[in-house]
């Protein structure tokens, strides 16, 4: 699929609203798009780049959409984050690009995580975003405005784009009803959701939860040993748990938003634990979580967990 707009989900009054801008040759030279962190701001931004760009505004077929949709336009910019920062030296590669002359009717700087750019780079750039080259457009993306420096925000048009809803996504992908409550909208979550590692992983997740009810202490702890194998699964088996949790009070008091709605048996089994011991579980779970992202050995952090749930 050559035209990049088609694989969009959402955002259409967005993409209306700036093709009526390009339309009337009135698109701002510098825009700054927010909303949630995976919700396909970066996809809408090469989508408008390309509907721009395009001599046929989108045609999907000719050279500059081709280009645009394997990365590789010579008018198209993209920087993000090196590391922890944008740094001066990326904002001397866009000094390079603009003062080279343009090929195509427009070109484009994205900057994604845009928040994360320092003052340094910022100011090296204020002057040109404030009156870039002709027909040059910068595009800032950010999870918020408000982290974004305030030069930078004053400089650029505000475009929000907002969570995708259920009905949005199911529309477009045919997913599992889990993994739409637990993407809470965000198109990355569901890529990462899908991959049948991680499939895999929510799967001995729950068995680990089924299991413990009967298994010793140490079975348990040596199925964790073997099931977090990195910070990164720990992490995802923690949050498994932790909706799971949520699930078990929402089924206890009958709301009806379960995320992992097809562990209802495993739900039923377990809801004669008490409130107290559902949140307490939680709470542990938090601390595990908290552990685990500030590099806790993760087997240790797991013990506090497992004492808890098998006593
Ligand atoms: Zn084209």
């Known amino acids: 699929m050559a035209l990049i707009a088609d694989s969009l989900i959402g955002h259409q009054e967005q993409l209306q609203k700036l093709k009526d801008l390009l339309q009337k040759d009135l698109l701002s030279h510098a825009y700054l798009f927010v909303g949630s962190q995976g919700i396909g701001k970066k996809l809408f931004a090469r989508a408008f780049c390309q509907i721009s760009m395009c001599q046929n505004r989108g045609c999907g077929k000719c050279g500059d959409c081709l280009k645009i949709e394997s990365n590789q336009h010579e008018s198209l910019l993209y920087i993000e984050p090196d590391g922890a920062q944008i740094k001066i ?45 002709q027909n040059t457009h910068f595009i800032l993306i950010s999870p918020t405005e408000q982290s974004v420096l305030k030069t930078l925000r004053s400089r650029s048009q505000l475009i929000r784009f907002a969570p995708l809803s259920k009905e949005q996504i199911q529309s477009k992908m045919n997913l599992p009803d889990w993994i739409l409550n637990a993407s809470h909208g965000r198109f990355d979550m569901i890529q990462i959701l899908m991959t049948p590692e991680m499939d895999n992983l929510r799967k001995k997740a729950f068995q680990i939860i089924q299991n413990s009810q009967s298994l010793s202490l140490k079975q348990t702890f040596s199925d964790l040993k073997e099931t977090v194998r990195d910070r990164e699964t720990a992490l995802y088996v923690i949050l498994c748990w932790m909706q799971f949790l949520r699930d078990l009070s929402f089924y206890k008091s009958n709301i009806p938003t379960i995320i992992h709605a097809d562990h209802l048996d495993l739900l039923e089994s377990l809801k004669s634990l008490p409130d107290e011991k559902i949140f307490s579980l939680f709470e542990i779970a938090k601390q595990v979580e908290k552990d685990i992202q500030g590099n806790v050995d993760r087997v240790l952090a797991f013990e506090n967990w497992t004492l808890e749930y098998t006593t």
Do not use: C, G, W, Y
Not at 102 to 110: E, L
């Open 89 to 133: 030296s990326q904002a001397q590669d866009i000094h390079q690009f603009l003062n080279l002359k343009s090929t195509t009717p427009r070109r484009f700087v994205i900057i994604e995580n845009a928040h994360q750019m320092n003052v340094q780079a910022a100011n090296s750039l204020l002057k040109v975003m404030e009156e870039p080259p």
